[in-house]
């Protein structure tokens, strides 16, 4: 080793305080930013270059550096995200927490010919500025720079799996294994964008939902979980929900709505204009119903599901089901039990008693 | 009312006789304070229960909860008075039922 690399590592051991606040100042602010943006992250990694890793570099590449200040990682992050926007995302809020020294940071993403597909990832070089943190005895905590390297859980698993291949570069790889290697970053890219597209194309349906459903549109909209959230967040079924809470003051707690999706399903209800039409037709109903059934106990606590047992054992009743109807709701609610028989018949009579079933 | 524990390693089985309610609901708090800890699953049984109102139901779920982030708990013997509490206000579906 020359003399060079040596006082650049000398450097280094003097320097290693400075890097362990470094690397603590990018750990915190790098796991602010995801909270605070309320990121879907895989993971945020950071570590100090090892000497021995160092020591190799500057063998290997020596000719590079005349100090340590001319190393721009010896700490390094990494952003692991599932998404390609959220990289981009990520860069964008980075670039006003780090100074980023825009002449040495590379966009590997863009490097590749249209044609060609290898390593994907986005790495920043960047210094911490003084008004994250700045200790006159620690100057080379803002002086030294560090990398960032950003990319998607798909394309870490390619980098990783590349240099666990022991190969530095490309061009010492067999031709037939390259080939390989380069044909699944090309697949791993198409997977990457597909999960965008398949998150963007969710986030569309969910507002597209919301708007036929605030313009009464319901019978264009399916069931499903997103449309059925939304229905059941729908002012006049709440009321529907607050007047059975009121037969006793009762306390309403959320549980999962799953079980009825399911349901309505089986009952051949498809789109929210039917199950908006049960609503219109037999709210009333429903809560007479809950009225003789809750009126006679002292039962303070409901889930927010109540309401829609009602009104789904009333269109049951109202549509000729009987006991052997209400018993099938309660097993595809409540699952296949012996004792639905004997609740079905003791709703029938309730339902009864209320004037909901007539004799 | 009745309130019996008994315990084999991880495994927790309260059997309850007689009612549970705004007055003897405070029993059953105190016989579990303490009571799950390192308990995987906790067994409920209802074979002697004949009620269960407001201030029971609140015990169970608020230990549903707890037991939800170490373990299970299952209800066993809930006769159809009980069963239909359950059904009316929503929580059969959120509790676990053993039937014979």
């Not at chain 1, 063998?59 to 992050?77: C, F, I, M, P």
């Not at chain 1, 429903?286 to 927010?304: G, H, N, Q, R």
């Not at chain 2, 009612?19 to 067994?43: F, H, Q």
Request: hydrophobic share 40%; charged share 30%; net charge negative.
């Amino acid at each position: 080793m020359d003399i060079k690399a040596q006082m650049i590592l000398e450097e280094f051991d003097a320097a290693y305080e400075s890097l362990k606040i470094q690397k603590d100042i990018i750990d915190k602010a790098l796991n602010k930013i995801v909270s605070e943006h309320d990121m879907f992250i895989n993971s945020v990694e950071s570590r100090i270059k090892k000497r021995d890793s160092l020591e190799g570099k500057l063998e290997r590449k020596g000719y590079k550096y005349t100090s340590l200040s001319d190393l721009t990682d010896l700490v390094g992050a990494r952003v692991v995200t599932f998404y390609t926007d959220e990289v981009d995302k990520f860069a964008g809020i980075i670039s006003d927490v780090f100074e980023i020294d825009w002449e040495n940071t590379v966009d590997k993403r863009k490097l590749h010919d249209v044609d060609r597909f290898g390593y994907m990832s986005l790495h920043y070089i960047c210094r911490i500025p003084k008004s994250l943190y700045y200790d006159e005895k620690h100057p080379l905590v803002n002086e030294l720079r560090f990398e960032l390297q950003m990319r998607t859980a798909l394309q870490h698993v390619w980098a990783s799996i590349y240099h666990d291949t022991g190969y530095k570069s490309d061009v010492e790889i067999p031709r037939e294994s390259l080939r390989t290697l380069s044909s699944l970053a090309g697949l791993l890219e198409l997977a990457d964008k597909q999960f965008s597209e398949l998150r963007f194309n969710l986030s569309e349906y969910r507002r597209v939902v919301k708007s036929l459903v605030e313009s009464g549109n319901l019978n264009d909209v399916e069931l499903n979980a997103d449309s059925f959230r939304e229905y059941l967040g729908m002012g006049h079924f709440l009321i529907l929900s607050e007047r059975i809470a009121k037969i006793n003051n009762m306390e309403i707690t959320t549980v999962s709505t799953t079980p009825y999706l399911i349901a309505l399903k089986k009952m051949n209800i498809t789109n929210l204009g039917q199950l908006d039409e049960i609503f219109k037709s037999y709210a009333d109903d429903a809560y007479t119903l809950a009225v003789k059934a809750f009126s006679d106990t002292d039962i303070d606590i409901m889930s927010s599901t109540t309401a829609l047992y009602y009104l789904l054992i009333t269109y049951i009743l109202k549509a000729g089901g009987g006991e052997v109807g209400v018993g099938l709701f309660l097993g595809l609610i409540y699952g296949e039990r012996k004792s639905n028989a004997r609740q079905a018949k003791r709703i029938c009579e309730i339902a009864r008693k209320s004037g909901v079933l007539k004799e | 009312m009745k309130i019996d524990l008994k315990r084999e390693n991880d495994v927790l089985t309260i059997s309850l006789g007689g009612r549970l309610d705004t007055s003897t609901a405070p029993e059953l708090d105190a016989a579990l304070n303490g009571a799950l800890e390192g308990v995987k699953t906790l067994y409920f049984d209802f074979k002697d229960l004949d009620y269960l109102s407001s201030a029971g139901l609140r015990i169970l779920l608020i230990t549903h909860k707890t037991m939800s982030k170490q373990g299970k708990m299952i209800l066993r013997n809930v006769n159809d008075l009980i069963m239909e509490t359950f059904d009316m206000t929503g929580f059969s579906s959120i509790l676990t039922i053993e039937e014979d």
